[in-house]
T-cell receptor, first 114, second 114 residues
C-alpha cells in the first residue's frame, strides 16, 4: 500500500515569490493534516481536513497561506507571498482512526526562502 | 506556551541497554498520548500510544508509561538496537474534543552506540 505522497521534496525560492505543495493521502483516509516543522522543533498543525471540509485552520496564517482539498482526496497548500520565516519542512499526514494508529506522515517538502 | 515538553534534546545509549525517553505536559485535559519516530529526510512514523485510562502500554520492545498526577510520560526501549537511532517525538491530544489537535514536543535525538 502506498504511503502519503508529497511533492516537491525540496523547493528553493526567493522571498515574495509564491509556492505550492501537493499531497496525496493514503487511499480511504478521510482526515488530512498539514503541519509545519521548524528546525529543532516538533510539527505544528496548520490545518486539518475531514473530507473536503477544513475543520481546524486556527493556526493557518490566512493572510498569506491558503489550502484546499477538492473532492476530499488530494490537497494543496499555497504560500503567497513567501517570507524568509516560512523556511521549514511542510508535512502532510492522513489518518483513518488516529486513536488507534496515529496518523501517517509523508516525507515532507523542505522549503528554503532566500 | 509549550504544552508538551521534551527537555532532553539528545540521548546516547549503548546497544543492548535500555533507552528511556521522557516527556512532560502541562494541559490536564490531554487524554491521549503518542510517540513518533523520525529518520532523516522522512516523515514521522507512529510508534505507540496510550490512553489516559491506562498507565502502561507495551508493544514488543517498546513500552510507554503514563503518570497522570505528574503529567509525565516515558518511552522505554529495551533492548536498544542500532536501528532505533532516530528523533523521537512525544505528542498529546484531547480525544473527544471536536477541536482536538495533536500537540508535539520538540523531539529527542536518540543515538545507539555499539
Amino acid at each position: 500500500e502506498a504511503g502519503v505522497v508529497q511533492s516537491p521534496r525540496y523547493k528553493i525560492i526567493e522571498k515574495k515569490q509564491p509556492v505550492a505543495f501537493w499531497c496525496n493521502p493514503i487511499s480511504g483516509h478521510n482526515t488530512l493534516y498539514w503541519y509545519r516543522q521548524n528546525l529543532g522543533q516538533g510539527p505544528e498543525l496548520l490545518i486539518r481536513y475531514e473530507n473536503e471540509e477544513a475543520v481546524d485552520d486556527s493556526q493557518l496564517p490566512k493572510d498569506r497561506f491558503s489550502a484546499e482539498r477538492l473532492k476530499g482526496v488530494d490537497s494543496t497548500l499555497k504560500i503567497q507571498p513567501a517570507e524568509l520565516g516560512d523556511s521549514a519542512v511542510y508535512l502532510c499526514a492522513s489518518s483513518l482512526d488516529i486513536q488507534r494508529e496515529g496518523s501517517f506522515f509523508g516525507p515532507g517538502t523542505r522549503l528554503t526562502v532566500l | 506556551d509549550q504544552q508538551v515538553k521534551q527537555n532532553s534534546p539528545s540521548l546516547s545509549v549503548q546497544e543492548g541497554r535500555i533507552s528511556i525517553l521522557n516527556c512532560d505536559y502541562t494541559n490536564s485535559m490531554f487524554d491521549y498520548f503518542l510517540w513518533y519516530k523520525k529518520y532523516p529526510a522522512e516523515g514521522p512514523t507512529f510508534l505507540i500510544s496510550i490512553s489516559s485510562i491506562k498507565d502502561k502500554n507495551e508493544d514488543g520492545r517498546f513500552t510507554v508509561f503514563l503518570n497522570k498526577s505528574a503529567k509525565h510520560l516515558s518511552l522505554h526501549i529495551v533492548p536498544s538496537q542500532p536501528g532505533d537511532s532516530a528523533v523521537y517525538f512525544c505528542a498529546a491530544s484531547r480525544r473527544y474534543s471536536s477541536a482536538s489537535k495533536i500537540i508535539f514536543g520538540s523531539g529527542t535525538r536518540l543515538s545507539i552506540r555499539p
